[in-house]
């Protein structure tokens, strides 16, 4: 049998390698800012042109945020009018706070 203090360790070593392959698989789905920006322009039908606005919006408001304006752009009939006008008030929100 091995001691209490190798199991110890090799419990320890488990545990090293599976954070390391954690870590390796998180930042390898990492999105960057510009790819989620995109994203978004794509999913409102957007122009391309505000791209350095949306990432900014990226930047700055909480996935939250932007996931429940994203839900009231779905129900608009112009959505990427909904999206930027709800985006420049939480803009101001979190300038302004």
Known sequence: MESSESLIAS?????KKLIATSVK???????????KAEML????????EW???????VNTLPENVI???L??????????RYFA?????ELY????G
């Not at 698989?25 to 999105?31: A, R, W």
């Not at 322009?41 to 391309?48: G, M, N, P, R, V």
């Not at 839900?71 to 990427?80: H, M, S, V």
């Not at 929100?93 to 302004?96: G, H, L, R, T």
């Open 93 to 96: 929100k979190v300038s302004n």
């Open 51 to 57: 791209l350095r606005w949306y990432c900014k919006i």
């Open 11 to 15: 419990r320890k070593l488990e545990v």
């Open 25 to 35: 698989q998180t930042k390898s789905q990492n999105i960057s800012t510009e790819q």
């Open 71 to 80: 839900e009231g752009a779905k129900k608009a009939t112009a959505p990427d």
């Open 41 to 48: 322009i794509e999913t409102l039908k957007a122009d391309k």
């Open 67 to 69: 996931q429940n304006i």
């Open 85 to 89: 006008k709800a985006a420049k008030i």
